[in-house]
């Protein structure tokens, strides 16, 4: 059984940091793709951020320069680290796998307030 579990959400100031872990359990984490989506009230769900087994990685526009995406093998998490977050950042944010044979997987998610 496949489990995404997201944490390190919150409220944060405008221009604050956080960052989120997502450990998952049930896949042979080294070979999956993994990502963060986020999704606001009233939008679409949308790609954050993405890095392959390879350590290679996108991600929006949006983001491009204040968030980080890495992965750990070992502790099978993957991380996004956001700075400089801004109130239009407000999203719950999600993990999601997606394995060689193209089987995705969706954490429960995790919301994140930028707000003063």
């Known amino acids: 059984q496949v489990q995404l579990v997201e944490s390190g959400g919150g409220l944060v100031q405008p221009g604050g940091s956080l960052r989120l872990s997502c450990v998952a359990s049930?896949?042979?984490?080294?070979?999956?793709?993994m990502g963060w989506y986020r999704q606001a009230p009233g939008k679409q769900r949308e790609l954050v951020a993405r890095i392959g087994p390879g350590s290679s990685t996108n991600y929006a526009d949006s983001v491009k320069g204040r968030f980080t995406i890495s992965r750990d093998n070992a502790k099978n998490t993957v991380y996004l680290q956001m700075n400089s977050l801004k109130p239009e950042d407000t999203a719950v944010y999600f993990c999601?796998?997606?394995?060689?044979?193209?089987?995705?997987?969706w954490g429960q998610g995790t919301q994140v307030t930028v707000s003063s």
């Open positions: 999601n796998a997606e394995t060689p044979t193209s089987r995705v997987y």
């Open positions: 049930g896949i042979i984490f080294r070979l999956v793709d």
